[in-house]
């Protein structure tokens, strides 16, 4: 099942913050969070993973909250190049590989 | 560059016509997922295969099919082409272990025009 983010844009002037959120309706047991500028490809941001464990960007943070299925990232003193459609994917328990992204919030960062 | 190479980059063809898109993983990924983004839609998974056995499957047409080789390279079958097809499709590859889907390396796409 698809999770959802909100917003599905958001217009930043640089320096400023936003906070895109995802929520699952199933059980969480990873999230993933990419970002894909217009015209590539899509590129790894970060992985929560259940328990806690954080593997990711040095600039860009994000949390995870198991029992309520969601999770949010954080992009703080945004920049221009933050600019772009940011997607969750989450994943299922273990031995199913399926990693099924949201429909993705659309970013643009203005000078 | 992620690693992952895919070809054609770009591909256009009739409907009813059939069509073949490559990958090849990242050196030691076992995982290679299949992706299809229409345009300016979200990511449709497609597939997953682990060291040559499919592992997980999404919303694929019965028109599509795919396979991992021994060589872990794997190929997208699309028959049957409609015009709704036209889409970038991207392979990802992961080094996943049995409990964790790894983070995925994607690939430039293949984007499919079905005129």
Redesign the interface.
């Known amino acids: 099942q698809?999770p959802v983010q909100s917003p599905q844009a958001v217009i930043l002037r640089e320096g400023e913050d936003a906070v895109i959120n995802c929520s699952s309706s199933k059980a969480l047991?990873?999230v993933?969070w990419?970002r894909q500028k217009h015209g590539?490809?899509?590129?790894?941001l970060m992985?929560l993973?259940k328990g806690g464990e954080q593997?990711g960007h040095e600039k860009i943070s994000a949390s995870f909250n198991e029992k309520k299925q969601q999770s949010s990232l954080y992009l703080t003193a945004s920049q221009l190049s933050y600019s772009g459609t940011y997607?969750c994917?989450t994943?299922g328990g273990?031995?199913?590989?399926?990693?099924?992204?949201?429909?993705?919030t659309t970013l643009q960062v203005k000078p | 560059d992620s690693g992952v190479t895919q070809t054609p980059k770009h591909l256009i063809t009739a409907t009813g016509q059939r069509v073949t898109l490559r990958c090849s993983p990242r050196s030691g990924d076992l995982s290679v997922y299949w992706y299809q983004q229409s345009l300016d839609q979200g990511l449709q998974f497609l597939i997953q295969y682990y060291n040559g056995e499919e592992r997980a499957k999404g919303n694929i047409l019965e028109r599509f099919s795919a396979q991992q080789f021994p060589d872990l390279h794997s190929e997208l079958n699309l028959s049957s082409l409609e015009l709704g097809d036209s889409a970038l499709y991207f392979c990802a590859s992961s080094v996943d272990s049995p409990y964790n889907t790894g983070e995925l390396f994607f690939g430039e796409g293949s984007r499919l025009t079905v005129l």
């Open positions: 698809q047991y990873s993933h990419y590539e490809a899509p590129v790894f992985i993973l593997k997607f994917g994943g273990s031995n199913t590989g399926k990693l099924i992204f949201g429909q993705g």
